[in-house]
């Protein structure tokens, strides 16, 4: 009896954060209180009724914003979603007569499957494209779906729920059921942000190639970010049409998800806070003052054109912009008069222990005779070039010769008409550009290729994606297996911020950096995969000639202390010939020269075409 003692007091109790003892708390109030005081004759059932309205409006703000706020994807057809996973309830309860619970998976699959199938052209189209190709299913949902026979062709009758032989039949008790669900939309939007799903998602909104070069496949995630927001919209849908009773074809109509757009714009596209209190807003007031009915279409639309003028990321957006800055400030404040704001400080060293180097291992990079071409212009004409292993090859011409266009075929970002690309022995040309990521391939841009709206933090963690192994339930339901996984990546993120010296700028934002601190951002973030090579392209722009200097003596880090092979484009000809290896001339789309530093400076043609008279002496 004495050892089960001992071991019961040695077993450890799983931890609950505080985060979920808030959470829990919540339910249990929303789950109680609205029966008890609507028992009391305090809450009245018209005011149940209202408060369920706008509850009904956060939950449908909350799935559109996954979508628009954090996946960039814009949708105008919200309201087929909604409609879809009403009528599937509706004719699951209320003609077969099943169980308000067991409907709420199939109201979830329906949205999602619908929305499935409309997210198939975001794959191709963006902007105003796909959302006239969004809107028009409304009119499909509207003129096909809700007259299928198996609808019945007309209004569907939503009964109140029913658990047992308890009915939920007074305002106040559904007004409970509903609450309790918006609390699920939220808990699974706070662990959806706080994943490496969310972090994809804002990669994929800020710039697909960024999204791609850190190994996210922007085409799943499109689909994923579809798919959720489908699925909780099917809910959210369902709840609404049991809240009013019945559902006809033309309450989910077109002016229902611009409605809905409204609210995720003027709360804050990304704003979960902003968006709820919104659409609760707009759910409540028409309702509650019954002054406001009609006006609340005119009342929107002022607002959103106020919105779109003056505060564009929303309201919220506004104060985190704020916030933002002001924190920006604080960190730049925090410098002492010994520190260099604009230095570049050491690379992390985290994972980058240097490979050992065979004199006659083979190139790690081959490029054999590539030719891309837009219309009738040739961009590049048969370059060819290799890369040795622990090297650091630069690649340089004038404006136009196909510098970029060329390491965009090496990543996977334009389509070669010919030629072949080959990585460490291995034919990478028919690979898409998150699969070359993963193989080792890290990859900078001319424009800082960062998510600049998230944190250093964040874009570190971001950086780490094809590390996080867990997948889309764990990130929804915060497993102990991703809260595991997202604690190892946390670590190795502060590590790096820690050997960059910037924990004063680790929660702001990247766009309030100097250029010279984004750059270093840019490149820790690409080598926190600890990538066999690393593309750089044109690191130095825009920086003072004593950053770049500072930026030569990282590079030759990366070379010489980290084992990295760098591919380098860059227009600053003293730092190319001060840290390259070997360097190519690159000319109307072929390679000009290829030499030592030394030889290409003394090139004849290349001083003509490239260097003019001033570079013969440099």
Not at 12 to 21: A, F, G, L, N, Y
Not at 183 to 205: P, T
Not at 209 to 220: E, H, L
Request: aromatic letters at 8%; proline letters at 5%.
């Amino acid at each position: 009896m004495t050892d089960i003692v001992q071991r019961l007091r040695t077993v450890r109790m799983p931890r609950i954060s505080k985060r979920t003892r808030v959470i829990w708390i919540v339910l249990a109030a929303c789950a109680v209180l609205p029966p008890l005081l609507a028992r009391a004759e305090i809450l009245s059932s018209f005011r149940a009724s209202v408060i369920g309205y706008g509850a009904c409006f956060a939950m449908m703000a909350i799935s559109l914003n996954i979508l628009m706020g954090y996946a960039g994807q814009i949708s105008l057809g919200h309201a087929a979603l909604l409609g879809i996973g009403a009528y599937t309830s509706g004719l699951l309860t209320g003609r077969l007569g099943w169980s308000y619970l067991i409907t709420v998976p199939f109201a979830a699959a329906a949205g999602a499957l619908l929305a499935f199938v409309a997210g198939l052209p975001a794959l191709r189209l963006r902007g105003l494209y796909l959302a006239i190709t969004t809107i028009g299913l409304v009119f499909f949902a509207e003129n096909t779906l809700y007259q299928l026979p198996w609808q019945g062709g007309g209004p569907v009758m939503l009964p109140r729920p029913v658990a047992g032989r308890f009915i939920f039949l007074l305002d106040g008790d559904f007004l409970a059921l509903t609450l309790v669900t918006l609390v699920g939309f939220w808990w699974l939007d706070v662990n959806l942000v706080r994943s490496r799903l969310g972090r994809a998602f804002h990669a994929i909104r800020e710039d697909e190639q960024v999204a791609q070069s850190f190994g996210i496949d922007v085409t799943r995630y499109k689909l994923l970010a579809f798919v959720i927001s489908g699925a909780l919209a099917g809910i959210a849908g369902m709840t609404y049409g049991h809240l009013v009773g019945t559902v006809a074809s033309d309450v989910f109509d077109y002016q229902f998800s611009l409605l809905l757009v409204t609210f995720v714009v003027i709360g804050g596209l990304g704003s979960r806070l902003g968006v709820v209190i919104a659409a609760f807003a707009f759910g409540f007031f028409p309702r509650l003052l019954t002054a406001l009915k009609d006006w609340d279409l005119l009342v929107g639309a002022f607002l959103l054109i106020y919105t779109l003028a003056r505060h564009p990321g929303g309201f919220a957006g506004a104060m985190r912009e704020a916030k933002e800055s002001k924190a920006a400030k604080a960190a730049r404040a925090g410098i002492g008069e010994d520190e260099d704001e604009h230095a570049i400080p050491a690379l992390p060293r985290t994972g980058l222990a240097p490979a050992a180097i065979a004199d006659d291992a083979a190139p790690l990079l081959e490029v054999r005779s590539v030719h891309v071409s837009f219309g009738g212009l040739r961009a590049v004409d048969g370059a060819s070039l290799a890369v040795p292993r622990g090297k650091i090859v630069g690649l340089i011409g004038p404006n136009g010769a196909g510098k970029t266009t060329l390491f965009n075929a090496i990543s996977g970002f334009v389509k070669m008409q010919a030629g072949q690309i080959v990585y460490d022995g291995k034919p990478i040309q028919d690979l898409p550009p998150h699969q070359r990521a993963a193989l080792g391939i890290g990859r900078t841009f001319q424009l800082v290729g960062l998510a600049r709206n998230l944190s250093v933090a964040e874009n570190l963690l971001l950086a780490q994606h094809s590390h996080a192994s867990y997948g889309t339930w764990h990130a929804l339901a915060a497993t102990p297996r991703r809260a595991r996984e997202e604690r190892d990546l946390d670590e190795r993120a502060r590590a790096a911020i820690a050997s960059l010296g910037f924990e004063r700028y680790a929660d702001v934002p990247v766009k309030h950096l100097s250029g010279g601190q984004q750059r270093i951002v840019e490149i820790a973030a690409a080598l926190a995969t600890a990538p066999q090579m690393l593309m750089l392209d044109e690191p130095s722009a825009g920086m003072a000639p004593a950053v770049v200097e500072s930026l030569a003596e990282r590079l030759r880090e990366l070379r010489d202390d980290l084992g990295r092979t760098v591919l380098l484009i860059e227009h600053h000809i003293p730092l190319v010939l001060d840290v390259c290896d070997e360097v190519y001339v690159l000319n109307l789309g072929t390679v000009l020269a290829r030499g030592t530093p030394a030889e290409i400076v003394s090139d004849r043609a290349v001083v003509d075409a490239y260097l003019g008279s001033a570079g013969a002496p440099v």
